[in-house]
């Protein structure tokens, strides 16, 4: 009992958040109780049982008749066995069990469930079954995530019930991109993929079968919390009839308040069996759906790492007011192998006016280019970047910058991270390419991105980050011209 | 003269190569001067005097008339004054000089010099008629690479001149590629990158301002170079007239004997400008090049990632003979995004016959799906993947596998490397997914890539890994019914 109160001494707080939706008890309960809780350690029950004892800022209730009391902490027989209000119950049970024990949740008063369970209607007719009983049982009187589901991240709270252990899948720190995945897998793989890249996931969700909240009501939800800039969605195909409709009207609402990028899988012919057979759902047309996403206002991602360089983008970075793009480098192949990626995204690299590239040449070596892609050359330095920085980005030639520094070039130091960083005061969009792999490179890329600047390893990815910045502008309408 | 010997035992080996042209020693010589060496750490003759002295298995001379002798080591006068004979020399004195030094190692009988210093054409007038100078002097009495380059890095045998300090640019280990970049920074960064990596560069090189030696003949040195598998090309634009043809009739040939990857940047009518101000070459019409590259047999790449992921898996795979491609995984959403890959890049994703998946079936767990993709979903464990590898990948359906793995889940440990390296027995090309950030996932990669295995963090990566395997196969011939 020590340990118990303890545990819940040291996660109380948080709950300054206004409850307002269901789906705010999804993400932000005050409460929560695991059904099927268990100190096994590496079941699932157990890596969710320890993820919440350990991490959650709110209370933990733990329900399975099994034990009593495991470590100082509290077992109960049955959900209603609970004194207190739970907000919200997982549910990590053997699938049989499962309408028993939601029935239960509701009678308590419980107002979310995520099911983990699976073994439901996507192992065959007798699952279905069972999924159905529990569709009777739920009719509005609990929302429910899932069944069959990897359920919920919140790097704010600490609510994870991601049943893969620390040392096979990291947590990524809080921040500002919330991801909503069609595939339980394919989200774990990404937060763990985000965790090594140190890119902020603050929310994450799998909603498996899908018998009640969907992608329509999440995106939603995350339209209106404003912990959230960016929402990447991962999508194999839709289930229901008439969902797609309702999807797309959703996400234009969400569109006009901050952005969506969707990797949609599935895309091809010979893909549609592999969709259906994974999460009984249909591909659907892509060659339909590709330019109704489009009129949505979506950013279209092309594969997972193309969503998260988007979202990176999206997440920090103002709106440009035009497709005018700077370019200043240390190598001039990759600043010719940028000005093509920009070109063929339709983006522009202006040549700079002969007085402003007078300006420039009176302060640089000889050897520089100063037409734009601006060359430092090989004898660059972290003074030349910042003098062209503070002298050209402010200029009405020019709508964002992208800066390429090779850091293998022994006149630049980390110090040229902070006069990037500095020069996010012009408020125009900033990407930088860094290639390469020692560790003043590391250290450079880190630091950065820990000051809101995004870096991309090639200069195609920067070139599509600029891009998705000035396709949402100009859905914004924050263009000029448009 | 007691630590000079040294120098010299510690490294004279390695000349079995049989010399039979110039440009052997241009890689391979047994012995070089450094015309312009100093003991001054991180100047650019530094460098490469301290790489030398280090690494070079062969004989190292230094010239400098500046200095007598430094930590026991001689300096020479002039490169008259050795006595030995002398291959290569390495040339980084200031531009004025160059012809000058050129001429004496005319005069000395070397074969081979790189030209490192800068300063001649690419600076405008001055320089230009500094390199007419060197041209008259040079005139087929010796072989130059540059001027105006980062030179030659060999590492079979420690010559490299690239003259980034260690701390600012790894150094791959010796493998099968061999990189021929027409950009100095952009080769130091594919180096350090490589080297991170783990990737074997084996052979590098950058021309300069290409006075001599040009690209097509170093294509046909690493066609003869048995220690190359694989050649990547990075190109911007060509110089002289009459190259390309030149080129192309060389790729030609070499294609008959190993694989060249191209990535040609400088690809769209923007960029051309920022070619001619980089290495006053001409980008040249694209949409000419792209077919006659193609018909030469050329690998084309997109980027420079693209063009290593390609010569990973040309370096490594055998040929496949045909298109149908086994799709494993332990991820349902991974195993959809390949096919759509695959299949977008023109491979096949066969279903396999009923009786084939009988036998699986008959194995696997009930969830797993045994159609193709194989998904051995979330409970997948190193034995399943040994089984499905030993039981479908020598069967008559399938020319090639991709393995997804996505090692977030518990099931799975780094044993399953194991299994997909002995794979290697059935003699067809195998590449591998993984996705994620945790310890398990770099081991598990590393293990793999060691041993022969290609590894991609993303399904497109992979598919247009296998999609270069099977593009070559076709222009080798060894496609059923090509």
């Known amino acids: 009992m020590e340990a118990q109160s303890q545990v819940q001494q040291s996660k109380s707080i948080e709950s300054q958040l206004v409850i307002t939706s269901p789906l705010d008890l999804l993400f932000n309960p005050r409460s929560v109780a695991i059904i099927g809780a268990t100190p096994r350690e590496n079941s699932v029950g157990g890596v969710i049982t320890k993820n919440l004892l350990t991490k959650f800022k709110g209370k933990v209730y733990l329900v399975n008749p099994k034990y009593d009391e495991v470590n100082g902490v509290k077992y109960y027989k049955s959900i209603l066995d609970v004194q207190d209000e739970v907000d919200s119950a997982v549910i990590v049970v053997p699938a049989p069990t499962v309408p028993k024990v939601v029935d239960e949740c509701i009678r308590k008063g419980v107002k979310v469930a995520i099911i983990i369970s699976g073994g439901l209607s996507e192992v065959g007719e007798e699952g279905a079954k069972l999924e159905n009983e529990l569709r009777r049982i739920v009719q509005n009187r609990i929302r429910v995530l899932g069944p069959n589901c990897i359920g919920v991240y919140n790097a704010f709270n600490g609510l994870d019930t991601f049943f893969l252990p620390e040392d096979r899948m990291g947590r990524p ?45 999440l995106l939603e939800y995350f339209a209106r919390d404003s912990r959230v800039r960016v929402i990447v969605m991962y999508m194999e195909g839709l289930k229901y009839p008439g ?61 997972l790492t193309d969503a998260f360089d988007m979202a990176k983008a999206l997440a920090t970075q ?34 700079l006016s002969e ?36 002298t050209v980005l402010p200029t009405s030639y020019v709508d964002m910058a992208l800066i390429i520094a090779l850091m293998q070039i022994p006149g630049l130091t980390i110090n040229l991270s902070n006069y990037i960083v500095e020069a996010r005061r012009f408020n125009k969009p900033i990407v930088v390419v860094s290639f390469g792999g020692n560790e003043y490179v590391a250290k450079f890329e880190n630091h950065l991105e820990e000051n809101g600047i995004p870096v991309y390893h090639a200069p195609h990815r920067a070139a599509k980050a600029l891009w998705a910045l000035y396709e949402y502008a100009k859905i914004k309408g924050v263009v000029r011209g448009w």
Chains 1, 2 share one sequence.
């Open 173 to 217: 720190k809080p921040g500002p991109v919330a991801l909503i995945s069609n595939s339980g897998a394919v989200a774990g793989a990404i937060l763990d993929w985000a965790a090594r890249r140190n890119i902020g996931v603050g929310l994450a969700v799998n909603y498996g079968n899908k018998l009640d909240i969907n992608e329509a009501e």
């Open 243 to 303: 969902e797609g409709r309702k999807l797309l009207d959703v996400m234009r609402e969400v569109v006009s308040i901050k952005p969506i990028v969707v990797y949609k899988a599935g895309r091809t012919k010979a893909a549609s069996g592999a969709v259906r057979s994974h999460t009984a759902a249909l591909a659907g047309n892509y060659e339909i759906y590709k330019p109704m996403l489009r009129q949505a206002g979506v950013i279209e991602a092309d594969n």
């Open 318 to 351: 103002p709106l440009p007011r035009g497709n005018r793009v700077l370019i200043i480098t240390d190598s001039g192949g990759m600043g010719i192998q940028s000005v093509d990626a920009l070109d063929m995204r339709g983006l522009q690299v202006p040549e």
């Open 355 to 390: 007085s402003l590239q007078e300006i420039l040449r009176k302060q640089l070596p000889p050897l520089a280019v100063t037409r734009n892609p601006i060359d430092l050359t090989g004898s660059a330095t972290d003074a030349m970047y910042k003098f062209v920085l503070d």
